[in-house]
């Protein structure tokens, strides 16, 4: 969540199923940096999201709650930003 705090976003934490995620709105106007750091986390999510709504655009990036259950590399499995497990 560090990360995310110090790139501009306001991240909360949800529990969803055998996941634990990151989720925040992308504020506008975003500078190029924050998408890099943006992007940067998502890559290390095991699934991961970006969804448009009314309310403007959410990301999110899941991780196991459990790393031994990890069957694909990190960022590999793209999910619904929203999406409850």
């Not at 992007?39 to 709504?53: F, I, K, N, V």
């Not at 959410?58 to 409850?84: F, H, L, Y």
């Amino acid at each position: 969540m560090t990360r995310l705090t110090a790139a501009g976003f306001t991240p909360r934490r949800e529990e969803r199923g055998e996941y634990i995620a990151l989720v925040t709105q992308v504020p506008r106007p975003l500078s190029a940096e924050a998408w890099q750091q943006l992007y940067e986390l998502l890559a290390t999510a095991d699934r991961w999201g970006l969804e448009s709504r009314k309310g403007g655009l959410t990301a999110d990036a899941s991780v196991r709650k459990d790393p031994r259950d990890k069957q694909r590399q990190p960022g590999a499995e793209p999910s619904t930003a929203g999406e409850k497990q």
